[in-house]
């Protein structure tokens, strides 16, 4: 189930960036992740931000070093 939580991540996040219209920069470095349980928990980010399977937009700190394709478990 993980394996599948990975693709889905980024499958939200180039859905997010598609249906919002945000810029290209984003997938280098964006404010926000999509998550859901599986994958904040894999991720270390806990279960109280995301608490299901359905993905959700988490906005990062602004000292974060998570955000873009880069930093998703599927890369």
Not at 21 to 44: K, P, Q
């Amino acid at each position: 189930m993980l394996k599948l939580s990975m693709v889905g991540e980024t499958e939200s996040f180039f859905a997010e960036m598609l249906h919002h219209d945000l810029s290209v920069t984003h997938f280098i470095h964006s404010d926000f992740l999509m998550l859901n349980r599986r994958i904040a928990g894999h991720c270390g980010i806990g279960s109280d931000v995301a608490k299901s399977e359905q993905f959700v937009r988490v906005k990062l700190p602004a000292d974060s070093e998570r955000g873009g394709v880069l930093t998703q478990a599927s890369i």
